[in-house]
């Protein structure tokens, strides 16, 4: 699967950074006669390198919705982005960000409090599921409930109702 520029996940970052070190290791050892052992990148993992707990991937809706992207992008295939909705176990696989206000948009309108409607999905429909964050629109593309398969969000939508207004995380 081809990935956009600046959407590559942790495990490709982190095999890239691998082949640039051994690259210029070798080089290194190249004037004064030394070698450097062969390395299977295939077999490296991404646990070995950067140790991540579970609890790393659970989403703050507070945050802003570019914070939440890159930490979905960070925390895949482990230990994955999760959340709740309806008391069930959520993964997020994928998201995009649509919509940054530049600061607590919520807040300056009377009334408003951008950490009480963070985490709230505004739409749901074929493009997937709009969720207002601390600072911005999520929109997430490919998630997996528990017990079920991973899938695209229109998929996941045509068997499993989320309304406008449902808040995710509880």
């Not at 081809?2 to 691998?18: N, S, V, Y």
């Not at 070698?35 to 809706?61: C, H, P, Q, R």
Request: charged fraction near 30%; glycine fraction near 12%; include cysteine.
């Amino acid at each position: 699967k081809e990935q956009k520029k600046g959407k590559e996940k942790m495990k490709k970052l982190l095999k890239t950074a691998a082949v640039i070190g051994l690259c210029l290791s070798t080089l290194a050892g190249c004037g004064g006669g030394e070698t450097t052992a062969a390395v299977d990148l295939n077999a490296l993992s991404v646990d070995e390198i950067i140790e991540k707990a579970k609890e790393d991937g659970k989403i703050d809706w507070t945050k802003s919705a570019v914070e939440i992207e890159r930490q979905i992008r960070a925390m895949s295939p482990w230990p994955s982005a999760f959340t709740k909705v309806n008391g069930k176990n959520l993964k997020i696989w994928d998201a995009k960000v649509i919509a940054m206000f530049g600061g607590d948009l919520f807040s300056k309108i009377p009334g408003q409090n951008p950490t009480k409607s963070a985490g709230k999905v505004w739409v749901a429909d074929e493009t997937g599921l709009h969720v207002k964050t601390g600072d911005g629109i999520l929109v997430i593309e490919e998630l997996q409930l528990e017990g079920k398969k991973r899938m695209k969000a229109a998929d996941f939508l045509r068997g499993y109702a989320i309304e406008p207004g449902t808040r995710l995380g509880e």
